[in-house]
């Protein structure tokens, strides 16, 4: 193997790793002032925009395993901040759904985070942003294809 190529593409992935720790560390940090955990934010984020959801949908929208997902949504409906319901057509489908409380807390706080991820890429220009965007998916789908 080319040693270029590997140190180059080691670089990239420690480059990779790097940026995306630290800014979801300082995402986490923020929504952890709220009151909730990052992957109770990210239910409650995915069904306000999307509505309901069957559980396993939400899952792999978020990448969580099912049994980690249904121990976030109990949590979440100890809060009072989404319910579940059996399927009507398959009883063997839960949806589970935003509850008032629920949308009434993502609305009040998603702005500020909204406001948090355009403050934290505001070092890359609109176009640097694009292109980063277009360079990760195709990195994306090119490993997805691998495995």
């Known amino acids: 193997m080319d040693e270029q190529v590997t140190k180059r593409s080691l670089d990239l992935l420690i480059a990779l790793s790097r940026a995306s720790k630290v800014t979801l560390e300082a995402l986490y940090e923020a929504i952890d002032s709220y009151g909730v955990n990052s992957t109770e934010f990210a239910v409650l984020e995915l069904l306000y925009h999307k509505g309901p959801q069957p559980i396993q949908r939400v899952g792999q929208k978020i990448l969580m395993q099912s049994g980690s997902l249904t121990y976030v949504v109990k949590q979440l409906e100890k809060k009072g901040y989404v319910q579940r319901e059996r399927c009507a057509t398959d009883r063997r489908v839960f949806y589970v759904s ?50």
Do not use: C
């Open 98 to 147: 935003n509850t008032e409380q629920g949308d009434d807390f993502i609305r009040r706080v998603f702005p500020e985070h909204e406001k948090r991820v355009v403050e934290l890429m505001s070092a890359l220009s609109a176009d640097e942003q694009q292109q980063l965007t277009q360079l990760l998916k195709k990195l994306g789908h090119s490993i997805q294809t691998i495995h």
